[in-house]
């Protein structure tokens, strides 16, 4: 009898599996049947697989448990990332490759938010779908006596004992948090994101490729706290091990985007550090970016980018993406990612096959040289060894005379010049004997003709703004490296370039350019040089200018950026403060101090500038012939006291762009105007969007939001 009473209850048991099983097949392909008439013809390259409606679940039929095995499972579709592919925005701590915007229909109705029968939106081409789902609720059962499960049941359905049920409930569950953070939050707080997380270990490819997916979609977006929970699950770990042992390319693009959305938070970028480092340099950067394929991992080439960077471009985008992000957090993390064996090699020979390829303006060259921005961040204080780079103030302002004239924005020589030491434009860099490699390639004289390329040659503000940010960065402080590189980017037309871009319309890229010039007049030669053609450009960029020339709407930290580097060219050349006066500079800084309405670091800089003006004895007649009274030079330029720095300057740092708030950690100051004096040390730049930084913010608002679960697609964080 007992027996008997077992055997009953395991029937119905199976049988209650069964009708929970039917039901979610059911469901999900109810929505597929509802995507097939009213959704766009997918893109060649989604690669859709779209069930058959003849191999669907029948109304009513109940197979034993045995059968279920065999039902074809629900294949997911690419939906658009969801994820936070970031690399790292400016006001936001998220940033990714999709547009932000908010769905068209409301699928959180009161009472049945979980019932909506409406179209799942396809990825569209390089960003997340913006298709919005139908708000239509199903209210009531559906036609034969079904209904759709609730959000609790199919939760449920994730522990049970059957991969094809766990596996189609992971799977509508990417379907429900697709662009809703509701669902989002009630999957966490009913405890479905350990039982996904667990489904990565399943070795089941439908059970552990629906669980990422879903995780992909839970983990993009603003809330941090499902970020948290995934790596409270050690969620980091088990997408590692997955990616370890898979080779199958979507479910690599998926594990790739999922890491890059949970690197938007910081709680989270040390655990993908410690636990995820190596396994992306070592199964994605490395053998698909064609680096071990090249000679020396110097140069890429047309024939050697192409087929790499097209079959892998999404997982390695999402890795750079990832890293981009992480690389942001602190001295620590940078270290290791320097310090990672055949990372840079592979950063640098993407960028250089991409260069070669005349493609330098996609999301993957964008996410890698903000990255080399990020690593090349304090490379002179940070690297192994950095004391013998290290060199007195003298021997780096002093390379070229301040009487040598020949100037990089003329092929022309100046009159008088015809005798003038054509080497003395030139500076003597010695060959090393041994190949760079690993992070010694960030410094190497090599890295100036890839940025100056990509400054040429790009139309992408955000790959403008790093290559900036990373000449100012490795132009900082006073090594031998940044005097090699400050002289190599006069050779190489650097200066006319970065000079031109300050009349770019997008303000960040201005920034940049502002305080890559500010660091490369360090160099004496190339402070002459800024101080003839570049004071115009900086002048333009300052408040105030007429009713012919209409003023630039740009930020406060891009007004003190240019005040900046305007003291730093004046500091020592007449010359130049004569050019000032011409290009109506005098006026633009006198009506900043007066002005009310500017902040007090932008009086403070103006007034920086007049007093180094006025300090020129020459030209004070001239000044008050101009109807100018001494005393509108004088300021009060008492620095605030938490801005004072020993050296008297300000530290500018430029890493992977990410968020305003965060700049009260302390992680990455911002340009402070602190002195009388001229700052006698350069500065750098972080790439930290999402952070206030002046690392790499230069992410537009609508790269500020991430993707959602795609099988086809990326990342954006600034």
Not at 370 to 376: A, G, K, Q, V, W
Not at 401 to 420: A, L, N, T, V
Not at 470 to 481: E, K, P, R
Not at 675 to 695: C, E, F, I, V
């Amino acid at each position: 009898k007992s027996d008997s009473s077992f055997t009953a209850s395991l029937l119905a048991s199976v049988r209650e599996q069964e009708r929970q099983f039917e039901m979610l097949s059911r469901a999900l392909e109810e929505e597929r049947r509802s995507c097939a008439g009213t959704l766009p013809r997918p893109l060649p390259n989604m690669q859709l697989e779209l069930m058959d409606t003849n191999l669907c679940v029948q109304v009513g039929r109940m197979g034993s448990a045995m059968e279920l095995s065999s039902i074809p499972r629900f294949v997911p579709e690419p939906y658009g990332l969801e994820d936070d592919q970031r690399s790292i925005g400016y006001d936001e701590p998220d940033y990714g490759m999709g547009h932000p915007g908010t769905l068209d229909g409301d699928m959180s109705g009161p009472g049945d938010m979980y019932f909506w029968g409406g179209g799942a939106p396809l990825a569209q081409g390089e960003r997340g779908s913006m298709a919005s789902l139908d708000s239509t609720l199903r209210k009531g059962p559906g036609p034969g006596g079904w209904r759709q499960p609730e959000l609790p049941e199919v939760i449920a359905m994730l522990n049970y004992r059957l991969d094809p049920v766990r596996s189609n409930a992971a799977a509508y569950l990417q379907h429900l948090t697709y662009k809703n953070d509701k669902v989002k939050s009630d999957v966490r707080r009913l405890k479905g994101i350990p039982a996904l997380v667990s489904m990565l270990d399943n070795p089941n490819k439908e059970v552990h490729y629906s669980a990422c997916g879903a995780l992909k979609n839970i983990s993009y977006g603003k809330d941090p706290d499902n970020k948290i929970a995934i790596k409270n699950c050690d969620g980091v770990p088990a997408l590692v091990r997955l990616l370890r042992k898979t080779h199958d390319q979507d479910l690599t693009d998926t594990i790739t985007g999922t890491l890059w959305n949970l690197s938007s938070h910081d709680a989270v970028k040390m655990e993908i550090v410690d636990h995820a480092l190596h396994a992306l340099s070592d199964e994605v950067m490395v053998p698909h970016s064609g680096w071990e394929r090249g000679s020396n991992g110097a140069g890429g080439g047309e024939e050697n980018c192409k087929p790499r960077h097209l079959e892998w471009e999404m997982a390695l985008t999402n890795t750079a993406g990832c890293l981009r992000n992480v690389s942001s957090e602190r001295s620590e993390a940078r270290r290791k990612l320097r310090e990672c064996t055949g990372l840079v090699d592979s950063l640098m020979y993407i960028v250089q096959s991409q260069i070669d390829c005349k493609d330098v303006d996609n999301k993957l060259i964008e996410n890698c040289v903000c990255l080399l921005r990020n690593l090349s961040y304090q490379v002179h204080r940070e690297i192994p060894g950095c004391e013998r780079y290290q060199e007195t103030t003298s021997i780096s302002q002093s390379h070229g005379s301040s009487s040598q004239k020949g100037s990089c924005f003329s092929s022309r020589k100046s009159k008088g010049r015809k005798d003038e030491d054509p080497a003395a434009d030139t500076v003597d860099i010695p060959k090393r004997t041994i190949p760079a490699k690993g992070y010694e390639l960030l410094y190497q004289p090599e890295v100036v003709r890839i940025y100056t390329s990509l400054l040429k040659e790009s139309k992408n503000p955000t790959v403008l703004e790093a290559s900036a940010g990373a000449v100012q960065n490795l132009c900082a402080g006073h090594w031998t490296y940044g005097r090699y590189i400050r002289a190599l980017l006069r050779q190489e037309k650097g200066l006319p370039m970065m000079t031109e871009l300050l009349a770019h319309g997008n303000d960040r890229v201005v920034r940049a350019m502002s305080g890559a010039l500010r660091n490369l007049a360090i160099d004496a030669r190339n402070r002459d040089l800024l101080g003839k053609h570049a004071v115009p450009h900086l002048v333009a960029n300052l408040p105030g200018g007429g009713q012919s020339q209409p003023v630039r709407a740009l930020s406060e930290e891009t007004v003190v950026s240019v005040l900046s580097t305007l003291h730093e060219v004046l500091g020592s050349s007449l010359e130049a403060a004569k050019t000032l006066r011409a290009s109506q500079g005098i006026e633009r800084l006198v009506l900043i101090n007066k002005d009310g309405n500017r902040s007090e670091r932008e009086v403070r800089g103006a007034g920086l500038v007049l007093q180094t003006v006025w300090g020129y004895k020459e030209l004070r007649r001239t000044l008050e012939k101009d109807g100018w009274k001494k005393t509108d030079f004088m300021v009060n330029l008492n620095p605030p006291s938490n801005t004072t720095r020993a050296n008297g300057g300000y530290e500018d740092s430029t890493l992977p762009l990410i968020d305003k708030g965060q700049e009260s950690k302390g992680k990455t100051p911002e340009a402070k105007m602190c002195s009388y004096k001229r700052p006698n040390d350069a500065y750098s730049t972080l790439d930290q969007r999402g952070r206030k930084n002046t690392l790499d913010n230069t992410l537009e608002p609508a790269d500020k939001d991430a993707v959602q679960v795609s099988t086809s697609h990326t990342h954006y964080y600034i």
